[in-house]
Every structure is written in structure tokens, then in C-alpha cells.
């Protein structure tokens, strides 16, 4: 199993930046891609960012040059790095763990961290 705990949300004016943070227990090694999504009240989930194990990473067209995936794999955690927010980024950020295939479960999703970006 994988446990995964997200932090760093919170409120923010427009233009501001906050650093969120994911940190990943159990299962590390069979952890094969992380991915950022979020959703607002009333829309789809959107994926924002992801980062494979090998490192190579991936994002929205919406967060393209306003955020940065990263990770520790000393602290098994993965950062999103949110820059220039606007208020369009307000949602309910989760984390999802995808994991290796033959692993007996596909994948683990976080509890959220809310980022509200205020006009």
C-alpha cells in the first residue's frame, strides 16, 4: 500500500505563489508516475502536472510556465510549485500515486489540500 499526504494549501491573492507538497509512505519503490490534479466546484478534475520515476515530467496547458513539479526522493515527497496564480487555479489539489504494473493496486489518491487564489 501507499499513503499519501498532502499539504501547503491555502488562500492567496492573484499573482502569488504557493508550494504545495506530497509526501508519499509504504510502497515507494512500486510508485511508477505522480501526478498533481485538481477540481473546482462544478467542473471536471483536471490533471496539472506529473512526474515520472524516472523524472521526466509533464503538465497542463493551463499551468504551462507558471508551475514546477518536483520531488525528494530523500524525503519521498513531490512538490508542485505554483507561480502567478490566478484565480482560475482555485480548487481542491489531490495527489495520485500510479503504480508499477503487477502491483496489487493500480493506484492511491490523497486526501486534497484546497488552494483558493483570490482576485
Known amino acids: 500500500q501507499v499513503q499519501l499526504v498532502e499539504s501547503g494549501g491555502g488562500s492567496v491573492q492573484a499573482g502569488g505563489s504557493l508550494r504545495l507538497s506530497c509526501a508519499a509512505s509504504?510502497?515507494?519503490?512500486?510508485?511508477?508516475?505522480m501526478v498533481w490534479h485538481r477540481q473546482a466546484p462544478g467542473k471536471q478534475r483536471e490533471m496539472v502536472a506529473s512526474?515520472?520515476?524516472?523524472?521526466?515530467?509533464h503538465y497542463g496547458d493551463s499551468v504551462k510556465g507558471r508551475f514546477t513539479i518536483s520531488r525528494d526522493n530523500t524525503k519521498n515527497t513531490v512538490y508542485l510549485q505554483m507561480n502567478s496564480l490566478k484565480p482560475e487555479d482555485t480548487g481542491n489539489y489531490y495527489c495520485?500515486?500510479?503504480?508499477?504494473?503487477?502491483?496489487?493496486?493500480?493506484?492511491?489518491w490523497g486526501q486534497g489540500t484546497q488552494v483558493t487564489v483570490a482576485s
Open positions: 495520485h500515486a500510479v503504480m508499477r504494473p503487477g502491483f496489487s493496486s493500480n493506484d492511491y
Open positions: 509504504g510502497s515507494i519503490s512500486s510508485i511508477n508516475l
Open positions: 512526474i515520472m520515476s524516472g523524472g521526466s515530467t
